[in-house]
């Protein structure tokens, strides 16, 4: 079945680090990829996303490209701030009806 | 747009009573999913409809829980009899038709003592 795997937290980062959480993923076919952001107390938002192979999504500072020959999808920013502090899910979508997320990545950005 | 509603947002109950958790989508979308969020796994697809019909239930965990949508505009999750480790929290999400965007409430966190 579909499956999605992402780096282990928490992630501790100082504020204006390079921040990468890796993602990578199972499914059959040509899955859509995303990234949610969950921060303290709310439901989960998305970031961006990507519909096919070497799209990149980018949204508020954030880049994810989609791989296909690599399966990965990995969550890239340049320079991070407190605000960032949040988990952050990869999902997909392979069926284009449900998603299938990954454990979540915990990350703390520290002033 | 109000987003996705749910209520209560916090629910504290005792084992064995009834537990009913509701959720109003986002007008005009016609998808709506429930969720489970614990620290132990993580965000666990319960249940999701299309077009106020039951698609696939297969994440539900047992008979305890059900879940209906008698109209496009709001929908609930119960839990009967509620036990300790139904304790989470609970999203309700709604997506539009032809889109890839799950827009997601802002959960209840049910607590069962």
């Known amino acids: 079945g579909d499956s999605v795997t992402q780096m282990e937290g928490p992630v501790t980062l100082s504020e204006e680090a390079f921040l990468t959480i890796n993602c990578t993923y199972t499914?059959?076919?040509?899955?859509?990829l995303f990234w949610y952001v969950q921060y303290p107390g709310e439901g989960l938002q998305l970031l961006l996303k990507?519909?096919?192979?070497?799209d990149k999504g980018s949204n508020k500072g954030f880049e994810a490209t989609y791989r296909k020959e690599t399966t990965s999808f990995h969550l890239e920013k340049g320079s991070v701030q407190v605000s960032d502090s949040a988990v952050y899910f990869c999902?997909?979508?392979?069926?284009?009806?449900?998603?299938?997320f990954g454990e979540g990545t915990q990350l703390t950005v520290n002033p | 747009d109000a987003g996705v509603i749910q209520s209560p947002r916090h629910e504290v109950t005792e084992m064995g009573q009834e537990v009913t958790l509701r959720c109003k989508p986002i007008?005009?979308?016609?998808?709506l999913f429930w969720y489970r969020q614990t620290m132990m796994r993580g965000l666990e697809l319960l249940i999701y409809?299309?077009?106020?019909?039951?698609?696939?239930d297969s994440g539900m965990p047992e008979d305890r829980f059900s879940a209906k949508m008698p109209n496009a505009s709001f929908s609930t999750l119960k839990i009967q009899p509620s036990e300790p480790r139904d304790s989470a929290v609970y999203f309700c999400?709604?997506?539009?038709?032809?889109?890839?965007?799950?827009?997601f409430g802002p959960g209840t966190r049910l607590t069962v003592t």
């Open positions: 990507a519909t096919k192979a070497d």
């Open positions: 999902a997909l979508s392979a069926s284009g009806s449900r998603l299938t």
């Open positions: 999400a709604s997506r539009g038709l032809s889109s890839y965007e799950q827009y």
């Open positions: 007008s005009g979308h016609n998808s």
């Open positions: 499914a059959t076919g040509y899955p859509s």
């Open positions: 409809f299309n077009n106020n019909v039951p698609i696939d």
